[in-house]
């Protein structure tokens, strides 16, 4: 079985930080001038990962290089029939749980996301805090 629909939800302030997609390299070198897609719309973006393929995704000005980057790798699900009731304590079911939820990858990214969110506000913080001090 296949995830269809598969979405990444960015949420940020967009007068600071951008969201692009980059390739292996670009995402391993933080290098934001090369980019295949700007995703930065509203600040509140959704990204569907319609694709089977890895994604890679940075934030542009120099913040990858502070760890807003994210890697999603996109792959199909075995379609493994369903384990009996007695073997359901061994593990490997999980591929099975994740096929039939595809609303609750996108959770698992939205969460993940979230904590980078808050990685950066409190970044941004910490600037806005250290100018204040500056003056």
């Not at 598969?6 to 997609?21: A, H, I, P, Q, T």
């Not at 090369?34 to 913040?63: A, C, M, W």
């Not at 369903?82 to 304590?89: C, E, F, M």
Request: with cysteine.
């Amino acid at each position: 079985m296949w995830i269809k629909y598969l979405c990444v939800n960015f949420v940020f302030d967009k007068r600071y930080y951008n969201v692009l997609e980059v390739n292996k390299r670009s995402y391993e070198d933080c290098n934001d001038k090369d980019f295949i897609k700007n995703i930065t719309r509203g600040g509140r973006d959704v990204f569907q990962l319609s694709e089977l393929h890895p994604y890679f995704f940075i934030g542009g000005g120099g913040y990858c290089f502070q760890g807003m980057k994210l890697a999603v790798y996109v792959s199909a699900v075995d379609s493994a029939p369903a384990p009996s009731p007695a073997a359901s304590n061994k593990s490997g079911g999980g591929a099975s749980f994740l096929s039939n939820n595809p609303t609750f990858c996108c959770s698992v990214l939205n969460a993940l996301l979230l904590f980078v969110a808050i990685f950066l506000l409190r970044e941004a913080l910490v600037l806005n805090l250290g100018s204040e001090t500056l003056t």
